[in-house]
């Protein structure tokens, strides 16, 4: 088993006609993602890469039966796309799309507080279920099947944990990026709430960086559940107030440091990994 | 992205807030000319983007014109914070009762907007709100209704206000929140608003931040769209559209995705070393890009290193290292450099590398490793001559 999504997910593609929407749709069809239906207004009734396009979500659902959506459209209209998978009736929602305005995101999230959906993302790399499902912009081919559950914050990271994951032999049951912007659909917290859940998941390694205070969440949550955790924090070298690359890292006064994450994990007699190599190692330990 | 006080003023004036009497001012003669236009004490304020401006000595009080175009003297043209002082705003001092701290900002966890008041003004909040967290009420917005008029009453009584300023309080809370969403701002904050002894609440600062992603839709701003950086090498990396931060080391870092870059800047740290910035190339990777980001980098002269940390995904290892071979042979650059590849392609780029004489790693912390070495042999040397 996995989390989300499996080898039976039928993906809706919006803005897919878009340059990133095509490359990626087609990297998806390689990988054996189901894609089955693709939107762009003014363009239904047009196919692309054997795939039907559609006005609308709606009409897409009411067509190919769809179950997950991944989102390309380019950050003024996201928003408004986001809104319409889940009015469509979509149970997961992917958002790659970066720079979407905070007071879109504080909308849609209340939005989707009225859905029994869920939604990813944005600003994320999106989630994959090795040999099964890719719903996102990663590298497939790092990715191999396993017991280790992984949740970032970020996209190239993740992929050079995942890399050394693979290469000691360590494959993955399912690994979500929950995007690098301050307001966004899934928590670490949800995450891990998912992973207990999950039969064939035995480990999360958890990727968090400074800004805002999900990891310390997690860290409250994680106490009390039975789920083994290794936790890696990037950032510990940025200066207050200063953004680093993503919109939501940036340390607020003294909130947010990677200091308070890594003493909040600590607490929760979580292990704390100091370098990439040392999450591996780190899990290794715990699963034998 | 951030505005002057005086900008920010002005769009309080637009919404209804009450300000200070003011006026924004380039030269010691306009100062004085206002200072006369107001007819009483002025205060003279730095615009300029940094915290603190008061302690620094970037805000003082003058009795008379005379004065004003003295004091002004001091501070236009010199550096505050290091950022030189290009205009002040000239406005009427205000006799202060009491100082409150207003805000409305956004709140990750709840993925709301918050209220903050308290009636701890004209302070570091950040202290009270480690001190006394007590002392701030925080009131969550409902996303679709807004502010409540029981919530607003409620703030109020928490603040014992006097009764008959009630409806002042009232329009001043709705005009802020009405200003902060039409405006996409992530923060509107006044430290302090003052309850003059007249009886009447005044902003008597007024900061404002916008959301960069919302300036597409907020054509009335680009004009306030100065690069306002402190650094020169900040703000051409803005220019240039590259996210880049200056830290105080001496070893530039170069990678692909923000916590990729993190993660090297925390590495050659953790060897000893010490990081000069943080530089995200984002994906793609091209020759242009690359050329641009070393450019950015060694702007910096106190650099005695790069290294440059890829990790191949989407982006093509070869393409990488074409565009490092090209940036590095048109910049002429004689500090070492350390380049890490790993992922698609990798060997293609680690041979094109090679070639061209360059030490390329696998490992991260590998590559940490060996620029620190290679900076601070490179840093004695430097020192001999």
Known sequence: MSILIDKNTRVLVQGITGKEGIFHTEEMLKYGTKIVAGVTPGKGGQTILGVPVYDFAVDAVKEQDVNASIIFVPAPF???????????????????TDGIPVRDMIKVSYFLDRYDSRLIGPNCPGIITPGECKIGIMPGHIFTTGKVG????????????????????????TCIGIGGDPIIGTSFTDALKLFKDDTLTSIVALIGEIGGSDEEDAANYIKSVDLPMVAFIAG????????????????????????????????????????????????????? | MKIHEYQAKEIFKRYGIPVPSSDVARTPEEVRNLAEKINKSVVIKAQVHVGGRGKAGGIKVASNPKDAFSISKEILGKRLKGLVVEKVLVEEAI??????????????????????????GGVDIEEVAVRTPEKIEKLYIDPAFG???????????KMNFSKNIAGEF??????????????????????????????????????????DNSIFRHKEFEALQEI?????????ARVRNIPYVRLNGDIGIIGNGAGLVMTTLDMVKREGGKPANFLDIGGGGSAGKTRQSLELVTMDKNLN???????????????????IVEAIKSLKLTIPVVIRLIGTRENEGRKLLEDEGYEVGRDMNEGARKIVELAGAYAKGRGRE
Not at chain 2, 228 to 236: H, L, M, T, V, W
């Open chain 1, 78 to 96: 996201a928003a408004d796309a986001i809104m319409e998978a889940l009015s469509a009736g979509i149970k997961l929602v992917v958002a790659i």
């Open chain 1, 150 to 173: 992984v949740i970032s914050r970020s996209g190239t990271l993740t992929y050079e944990v995942v890399n050394a994951l693979t290469l000691a032999g360590l494959g993955q049951s």
């Open chain 1, 236 to 288: 510990r070298t940025a200066p207050p107030g200063k953004r680093m690359g993503h919109a939501g890292a940036i340390i607020s006064g003294n909130l947010g440091t990677a200091e308070a994450k890594i003493k909040a994990f600590q607490k929760a007699h979580i292990p704390v990994a100091d370098t990439v190599p040392d999450i591996v190692r780190l899990i290794k330990e715990i699963m034998s």
């Open chain 2, 95 to 120: 006799s202060i009762e009491k100082e409150y701290y207003l805000a409305i900002t956004m709140d990750r966890s709840t993925r709301k907007n918050v209220i903050m008041l308290s009636s701890e």
């Open chain 2, 147 to 157: 502010l409540q008029e029981f919530e607003i009453k409620r703030l109020f009584m």
């Open chain 2, 170 to 211: 009232r329009n001043f809370l709705i005009s802020l929140y009405k200003l902060y969403l039409e405006c996409d701002a992530t923060l509107a904050e006044i430290n302090p608003l003052v309850l003059t002894v007249e009886g009447k609440l005044m902003a008597a600062d007024a900061k404002i931040l916008l959301d």
């Open chain 2, 228 to 236: 306002a950086e402190d650094d020169e090498i900040e703000r051409e």
């Open chain 2, 305 to 323: 290193g790069i290294f440059i940390n890829i990790f191949g995904g989407i982006t093509r290892c070869d393409e990488a290292a074409k565009g």
